[in-house]
């Protein structure tokens, strides 16, 4: 896992949609997140210890046979839900990030618009089709966050645990937000192998159906630094 220190940052981007906005200061504890999503050959580990789900689909998008396959253990798993990704973490003594943690991971605690730089690269990321599918968790060394976090733009979309709310930000706490306590929806970051610049700005959020799941959502874990 990858140490993110405690302080503040600046959260959300006043260019950005009106869900991004406004910018505010938030203030976090230290935290641990992984260096990388979580892969099929980990999350297998789960559901062979009878805790976690089987994925909803084995299949990723060009590839008719990808979860029960070897050669793509260091690959994310995808076809798991919102609840599936909180229960893997808890197995592992860890959890899902907040969004505000999330950010902070992916941003270095700066303003880049990517994790490592203003200007989007498919040497750099796996995005807008670049391969077409998911890539292994373990490539692109040079695009990774600054607190040393790979593929957090691009790949997969990352569960992250907040409830979303379009204008959580106007009142959102300035230490350690943890989101809305009720929605409909849970919040997704980091846009995925399928999608284009702008949605795989780490400031972008995205809001699915807890119960949802595809070939282009996966997720990480995070653990507290101070438990």
């Known amino acids: ?18 869900d991004e906005q406004p910018a505010h200061t938030v203030n976090l ?4 997140i992984d260096q990388f999503e979580v892969t099929n050959g980990f999350y297998k580990a789960c559901v ?18 990808y979860y029960d396959n070897s050669d793509f253990d260091t690959y994310p798993v995808i076809f798991v839900d919102w609840k599936m990704a909180q229960t893997y973490c ?31 690269d498919c040497n750099l990321a796996n995005y807008g089709n670049c391969l077409g599918d998911t890539s292994s968790t373990t490539i692109y060394a040079l695009g990774q966050s600054r607190y040393g976090s790979y593929n957090m733009a691009g790949n ?17 706490p300035k230490d350690n937000p943890q989101g809305p306590e009720t929605g409909k929806a849970k919040v997704l970051r980091g846009g995925s192998w399928k999608d ?32």
């Open 196 to 227: 284009g610049y702008a949605e795989i700005r780490p400031v972008n959020r995205e809001a699915k159906n807890p119960a949802y799941s595809s070939n282009t959502t996966g997720f990480r874990c995070v653990k507290n630094a101070n438990p």
């Open 48 to 65: 062979e210890a009878k805790v976690c789900q089987p994925v909803r689909n084995k299949i990723s998008a060009i590839r008719s046979y």
């Open 29 to 32: 504890e230290a935290f641990y």
């Open 90 to 120: 808890t197995w592992r003594d860890a959890r899902l990030p907040t969004e505000a943690e999330w950010e902070k991971a992916a941003r270095g605690g700066t303003d880049v618009t990517y994790p490592w730089g203003d200007t989007p």
């Open 156 to 172: 997969v979309w990352e569960w992250v645990s907040d409830w979303y709310a379009a204008d959580y930000y106007r009142a959102s």
């Open 1 to 18: 896992m990858a140490y993110v220190p405690a302080g503040a940052f600046a959260m959300g981007d006043d260019r950005g949609s009106t």
